[in-house]
Structures are given as C-alpha cells and as structure tokens.
C-alpha cells in the first residue's frame, strides 16, 4: 500500500558526510511524521530523527548537531544529512512514514528495506 525507497547509504571516513533520501509511493492519502531510525548490529532499531509535516524536528542526542532532517511534502520525499560522521554512527538506516492509506483510512507506520551506513575510522 505504501512503499518507501531509501538511496544515499555507503561506506565514509569519519568526518565525513552523507545524504540519505526517502521517497513514500503508493495509495497515500497523507503522511504525517516522517523520520529515520538506525539499527547496528545486536542492538535495538532507535529513532535517529523525525520531522511532522510542519516541519518540526526532533533528534536523538547522539546526533544533534551533525545530523539534519529536512523534507519535501509534495514529493513525499524526507532526507537526513549527516556531517561529522563518527565510527558509532554505523548502521542499517530505516526510513519511516506515518500515513493513511485509501484502504486503511488510518494512520499507520510504514518502513522502507534499509540502507547501510558504514563510518571508518
């Protein structure tokens, strides 16, 4: 019902950057928050950042700072700038969308496949 494509991830020295991109397909009526989440291995999937659809942000501790969220609501489209990259910033990066489907007519979470953020040190 909603598909989201991930593009951006790699493999960086630390310090540098990278752009991730996100973009929601499918029967959506609306999207609300819209946000990342990181997941290293063994450990738990945590939100990294999340923006509503009026723009306000919300980010982990461990990224304020060096990470923005941005988006664009007619393409259903949200990014995630990364500077000051570090080691520990290595994980499998998930985009996430709250919308309401043609079919569900609630709000539901949806999440794209993931993509792989590698930070050398």
């Known amino acids: 019902q909603v598909q989201l494509v991930e593009s951006g991830g790699g493999l960086v020295q630390a310090g540098g950057s990278l752009r991730l991109s996100c973009t929601a397909s499918?029967?959506?009526?609306?999207?609300?928050?819209m946000g990342w989440y990181h997941q290293a291995p063994g450990k738990q999937r945590e939100l990294v950042a999340a923006i509503t659809t009026g723009g306000s942000t919300n980010y982990a501790d461990s990224v304020k700072g060096r990470f923005t969220i941005s988006r664009d609501n007619p393409k259903n489209t949200v990014y995630l700038q990364m500077n000051s990259l570090k080691p520990e910033d290595t994980a499998v990066y998930y985009c996430?969308?709250?919308?309401?489907?043609?079919?569900?007519?609630?709000?539901?979470?949806?999440w794209g496949q993931g993509t792989q953020v590698t930070v050398s040190s």
């Open positions: 499918g029967s959506i009526l609306s999207i609300n928050a």
């Open positions: 996430n969308a709250d919308a309401v489907t043609i079919f569900t007519l609630k709000r539901q979470p949806y």
